[in-house]
């Protein structure tokens, strides 16, 4: 069984059916019913007026909400191990011509409002520095951790009392909301969040990701950006379908929840091994080299995530019948 | 019926069944065995070593393309009507990070020889000015024309005289190629293209195209760009799928010859109303606004293009039978 | 006696007397007492509130100018001879992060609302397509024709139409608000001129160009812009010590009238041979290759223009008994 | 007497009689005799064939520098303390097209092949990550310590051997080179340097740096670059006549041994309370509040440089004289 990413994982059949049903001659680009319905669709889910674009990858998503709310001479605060600066080949910086990450601490790769305060407070307020414009978190984090409304909230307040953007990178947003068990309004508007990478491939989808403003102006200017980045793609019919298709029902939520109920299996049989709580799909425990060999040789497949740590992430499709076994495992070590 | 667009027009069923057949848990990116297929599998079509790359635009294609040939401070000449200067939203400009365009002439968007040397023969070659480094033609052009291998050669060797790459932009590559009834080769490397974007879907294709570099040391570093371009999608065997099943066989050819000969089929009804020889599967007849509507009135959708002139596209999926009464409509005007 | 370029020219002698008296300790970049005296010295000369920044080249005017304008997915409305188009490497499209130049035509480098218009009514409103954010006219113009403050307020008029900023590029400014004989205000912000590259080096100055917003809200912004292109020199006081001797009294418009009489001695003498009416400091002529090789026998030097064409340009420092004799020769060709 | 920086230094009389002499009508730009010299002027300095171009400000030798090492895709290995990642407002990224900044450690802003190696090693050599392509190290560094040709070359030896640029930032080299005693080849080209940014404002210099590069190759691609940038000033030969005033004879030397010797005066005053070695022309020193304000009662002015600590610059012009007073205040405190 491999447990190497979530990212590795089949698509959902419903995805196949959705892009089969829009198999028809439509208008090109985005001018098609299912692009059109995607507002609505997602105004509704989140319980207030949003706008709502289609992407073909979460870089997309990220990278055009920080443009749309950082200058090329502005900065964005995020956290040291976030996958806007370790694992998008400078794309922030590509689509955001150049502006500068600033990067802040925090566990489990969870900013608080201390970590960020302590980096803008050591910005200085002229010209010779960029001047922070926007904050970005992840949610659920890259180590699995979860952000709460409460703890969203609290960034969402600084952020407003220094007019800084707050953006979510939520390509597991549907683990964290299955996680918190809360309204998705809660954990995102309600909380401060600007804009949203609201991420489904990870979950089931095939390539398509939802960008979700809830700052509704930043819309317009991104439609250019998105075309002029290439992601304005042909027959985007295709995207909004899978999209509509996640979001049909609690599909999102379902799969997510499955996930997130297979890493809770795991947690409990890794016990002091974990090195982070686990509140979403992904499970950082520690093991030796020889552990973690012994537990290759018996078919599990994973990440080594430094010396003496390894990543098992949990995928939609995993039943926990396919995990009981590395379950087992584990403890057995 | 519609004729907006070849854009417009649904997905190869063949598309479908190589997606499902792709939906298995692999790795991640283009780790994946469809994604790793692609280099041999073009090699042979091009009778040659080939680095072949998806994208799931052709913008994309085209931008990564340029920005492997030309450096910021240089320039690219094209014609004035090309795709990356009226309808990509200066995307190439954003992946060249600035390079300009330099717009050359010629009929029905060909350039020739004459036409790209008088653009640059009009460079001051000192550093006030960006200099040229690559050429950019379309195979087929906007307007449905066709370069012969000659005449591509023919650019070819002012390319390799003035040490300037040569793009083409195969958005419809695949009808270029069925109108020449030539091997892909003779219009491309064998005539001194560097670099192809080879255009999938507008011919049945779903959100794939593929970059081929014929000068395989341009393939490095645009992995890097392809990545920090959101471009390198998380799931992308579901691209590399796609080029795979459109390949097999002679699969994308014969879809262009469909097309193609709607296209003739209109070509001959329009006669002397033609404002450009029908070479693919593209259309442009001088209609009234009076005519126009009339053809509008019979069900038959398609742009107007300038005053004067309409623009008919026949896509992969229209049979003869579905063209035959727009053909016999325009010859009763 | 070269008449090559007004670039040339050796720096006034009251441009060194300013340095000098400004060679005392004081605060570094632009927080100095000189720096600090340019918004309420342009503010004077405009008679309107204005935001002044001292650059070292005009090139770094006229971009940041149009950076302030038009974002990376928009473009700039400018004639096809324009300077920013044809003589800085790019410079526009570097600072504006790839905005497109449109270009326009008129005689003489200048444009008017129609033929701006044309190039707007050109451009799809949809996001395929960079939209206009910016119109940038030159005055004096490339060819040395002047724009009238009526010229300019027609061009101000469709650019408030159309929510276009309206950039003019003043290298020459000094010469045609010589050769109008109005107030700067006319020619500029009363003609809805949004902010203006006031050039001075041309004229006499050494290293110090204006960048002056008439609308301020563009300068903040501006500020952080300069810096990061590494306009915001280190000891700023010698610039802006620069630009106040320029604006001392009248010693601007003095030097620009001393060149312009020069290029009107000239232009009588030339005659019929005149390529474009001499309005600045700037003279046109036709010549054949052999009576420009009997002029530079004579000992003057000058460009040619294209062929059967040479230009002829008059420098702030040139007196009527040094320019006397090419006037003859001309008169004698 | 101010202490705050040797930026706000007044310019050395050698700068204006040079500017003076210069003072005649030659070509504009660079094409003039005294930019022509430099190549040989630097050449000769540096026992060695080097491109030497003029630039207007350390910012943009710094940026210039990098852009030519470091591709949009790629990173630049710095201290976390370095001038170019926290004192030019993102200019490397503008210059570079959005190249990262990796931050490395190491005492008084020094870096070493260890701190250097620690942050290589921590790159993924894949797609997701940019790869570093350059070093930049500064000498004399931000805390005014100084590398020896030993510690370069360790540095240099670790560059050739990961293939990366390495570049140096000498805004006070000359300070560096004064402290060393040594060739300034030592420190430079035989130490591995690939380019240089050669600092002449901070040392009694009006506006002019010189980036030299030893890699003789990366010269080219950078005028046009500098052109691109607005940074070929119109009249270059009032910056060139800066530089070879400065390097006539051993001006620059001079100039740099006065200001470190006061700041050894300090030193010496100092004691216990340096912070780091004083080895250039910076001394920054632990006193409290209320020692900063007792120094301030005595006239004497300088940045407080965080909590307890304080930074005072010597710069040319400041004579024993002047510096004892402070010296004894200090030493009194």
Chains 1, 2, 3, 4 share one sequence.
């Not at 049903?21 to 509704?44: C, I, P, Q």
């Not at 996958?83 to 925090?106: S, V």
């Not at 960029?130 to 709460?148: D, L, W």
Request: net charge negative; glycine share 6%; proline share 4%.
């Amino acid at each position: 069984m491999r447990f190497f990413s979530d990212n590795a994982a089949p698509v959902h059949p419903a995805i196949f059916t959705a892009m089969a049903d829009a198999n028809v001659l439509d208008t090109a680009y985005d001018g098609d019913r299912w692009s059109k319905a995607l507002d609505a669709r997602f105004s509704e889910l989140f319980e207030t007026e949003v706008r709502a674009l289609w992407v073909p990858s979460g870089t997309a998503a990220n990278c055009l909400a920080l443009a749309a709310m950082c200058p090329p001479h502005g900065s964005i605060v995020c956290h040291r191990d976030a996958h806007i600066q370790n694992d998008e080949c400078g794309a922030p910086e590509f689509y955001t011509h150049g502006a500068k990450l600033f990067l802040a601490d925090g566990d489990g790769a969870k900013l608080t409002p201390q970590t960020i305060s302590a980096v803008l407070d050591a910005t200085r307020y002229d010209v010779h520095q960029t001047q922070p414009h926007a904050i970005s978190i992840t949610n659920a984090t890259e180590y699995g951790r979860v952000y709460s409304p409460a703890e969203v909230a609290a960034i969402g307040d600084l952020a407003k009392a220094r007019k800084l953007g707050l953006h979510m990178d939520g390509a597991r947003f549907a683990n964290a909301v299955a996680s918190l068990e809360c309204a998705p309004a809660d954990v995102t508007w309600r909380a401060g969040v600007t804009a949203l990478s609201f991420g489904f491939i990870k979950n089931g989808g095939m390539n398509a990701e939802a960008l979700i403003f809830f700052d509704t102006d930043l819309a317009d200017a991104t439609l250019y950006r998105r075309k002029r980045a290439g992601m304005l793609l042909c027959k985007g019919r295709y995207l909004a379908a899978q999209l509509l298709a996640m979001t049909e029902g609690d599909l999102w939520l379902d799969l997510a929840r499955n996930a997130n109920t297979g890493a809770a299996l795991l947690a409990a049989a890794a016990g002091d091994r974990l090195v982070h709580p686990v509140e979403a799909n992904e499970v950082f425990i520690r093991v030796s080299a020889a552990e973690a060999a012994s537990l290759r040789a018996l078919g599990f497949d994973f990440y080594d995530w430094g010396p003496g740590e390894a990543r098992l992430v949990i995928s939609w499709n995993q039943d926990p019948a396919d995990i009981r076994p590395l379950a087992d495992a584990i403890a057995a070590l």
